[in-house]
């Protein structure tokens, strides 16, 4: 089956943008290099293209209520605006996606998914529509998103792009009629940066991302170091940090799971694992040396397996050797050596946080 391509595909290729399959699109993964991409968005503005995200409206009387079932946040009684991240989780604890809920106004929730769930996704939330009065409506294929990341991205969307954004606060968003249709910006990202995330009609994303590349003050940026970003930060990525085998718990996202709101979809799982403990976690690992741990490496302790690394990199921003790993809990508390089996070598290491790099947000 051929891979689909974002509203900006034509533009990557034009920019000579190195191209990847990516959840089912052709993604570019970097134009002139990941450390470049990756230290534009640390130091300045980059943009990305991240139309390959799903997206989900759902509007009417009990639209609060359905979405407090199936997503692990509480979203009771938000005021306009507000985004909350959390999970949909299987009954059992395992994480069907992570994604971000848009509060837009009473009973209309605008829910962002990741790519290559989209399928997966849609089928699980209209599996649970039953009983709730309202209208669901998935619409990943109107919309395109790009993303403007760095400490240089307020400027650059409300000077170039003449989008007013400066109010909006850490997680908010807000809705902006422009050019004949309802454009959505919000101040997030997933780059441990200062940003905002832009959807719109396909046209109109193309005519923003026309706008920043001529303007000469932000990089496109690709896939790679989108990764690379989050990864240092702590940033969970669905398919690797969480996944149906992987609950939050497991994953060190308890704080978006509100254990104490009435009920919804995984609830009594991830209660008993807060309670009784879950026998794996995800831990941050800090190597000695340059060595590169990648996914699916084995991690040991004192030559026996104990767990596998999920992301790691050479930490750009730091210069060290750093990954996540699911390891067994009786290895998991900070200060614990590990080694890490990077082919026939092995590598020692040790338990860290799981944030290598501290996030810069704007509070």
Not at 83 to 98: A, E, L, R, S, W
Not at 181 to 206: A, L, Q
Request: net charge negative; aromatic share 10%; proline share 3%.
């Amino acid at each position: 089956m051929e891979n689909k391509k974002t509203c900006l595909y034509d533009k990557h290729v034009g920019l000579g943008a190195l191209i990847s399959p990516f959840g089912g699109f052709d993604m570019p993964i970097q134009y002139t290099s990941i450390i470049d991409e990756h230290n534009a968005v640390r130091q300045h503005c980059g943009v990305f293209d991240v139309s390959h995200m799903g997206e989900v409206r759902i509007q009417g009387k009990d639209a609060e209520k359905y979405v407090n079932h199936i997503f692990t946040n509480d979203i009771t009684g938000a005021t306009d605006g507000k985004i909350f991240y959390g999970m949909m989780c299987y009954p059992d604890g395992g994480t069907v996606d992570d994604l971000l809920v848009y509060r837009m106004g009473e009973n209309d929730f605008f829910l962002v998914i990741n790519a290559a769930n989209i399928d997966k996704d849609v089928a699980w939330m209209q599996q649970h529509l039953e009983g709730y009065d309202l209208t669901f409506d998935h619409c990943s294929d109107y919309y395109g998103q790009i993303a403007v990341q760095g400490p240089e991205a307020e400027a650059v969307v409300e000077e170039v792009l003449g989008l007013p954004c400066r109010e909006l606060t850490f997680y908010t968003a807000k809705t902006i009629d422009t050019q004949g249709e309802t454009i959505i910006i919000s101040r997030t990202g997933y780059t441990g940066e200062d940003g905002f995330e832009i959807y719109g009609s396909h046209e109109f994303i193309r005519g923003q991302w026309d706008k920043l590349m001529e303007s000469g003050r932000c990089k496109p940026c690709g896939l790679g170091c989108r990764d690379t970003l989050r990864f240092e930060v702590g940033l969970p990525l669905y398919g690797d940090e969480l996944s149906e085998e992987i609950s939050p718990v497991m994953a060190g996202l308890s704080m978006f799971c509100k254990l104490d709101k009435e009920e919804f979809i995984g609830k009594e799982a991830l209660v008993r694992q807060k309670a009784e403990g879950v026998t794996k976690r995800v831990v941050g690992i800090e190597l000695e040396g340059k060595a590169i741990p990648r996914h699916g490496y084995d991690v040991l302790k004192d030559g026996v397996k104990v767990g596998e690394v999920t992301t790691g990199y050479n930490s750009i921003s730091t210069g060290k050797s750093v990954c996540m790993a699911l390891v067994d809990t009786a290895v998991s508390k900070l200060g614990t050596p590990l080694e890490i089996q990077i082919r026939k070598k092995t590598f020692p290491g040790v338990v860290v946080k799981k944030r290598f790099y501290d996030k810069h947000y704007k509070k």
